[in-house]
C-alpha cells in the first residue's frame, strides 16, 4: 500500500469519525431534557452525569466508527490489489 492510500484511508475515517460523532451527539442530546442540558458535568456535585453519558457514548460512536471505516477502507485496496496482480499474471 502506497502513502496516498494510506492518507486516504486516514483522512476518509477521520471524516467519518468526526461525522458519526457530531451526528450520535444530536441524537442523544435531543433525548435530554432542558434542565438536562443546563447542568454543569462535575463530579464533586454529582451533577451532569447523563450529559456526561452522552458525551462518552457519542466519543465511543466516532471511534467506533473510525475504526470500521479504516478496516473497509484496508479490505478495500487488497481487494483491489489481488485483482490488479491477477490480471497482470493472465496477461503474461
Given amino acids: ?15 467519518i469519525a468526526i461525522l458519526a460523532y457530531f451526528v450520535a451527539i444530536h441524537c442523544l442530546y ?13 463530579f464533586e456535585d454529582n451533577t451532569g452525569s447523563t450529559k456526561f453519558a452522552a458525551q462518552i457514548n457519542s466519543i465511543t460512536i466516532g471511534g467506533l466508527g473510525f475504526i470500521v471505516t479504516a478496516i473497509l477502507f484496508l479490505i478495500k485496496f487488497k481487494i483491489s490489489k489481488k485483482k490488479i496482480e491477477k490480471e497482470l499474471e493472465e496477461k503474461k
Fill in 1 to 15: 500500500m502506497n502513502k496516498t492510500q494510506k492518507y486516504i484511508i486516514l483522512i476518509a475515517s477521520l471524516l
Fill in 30 to 42: 435531543s433525548d435530554l431534557s432542558a434542565w438536562q442540558l443546563s447542568q454543569n458535568v462535575s
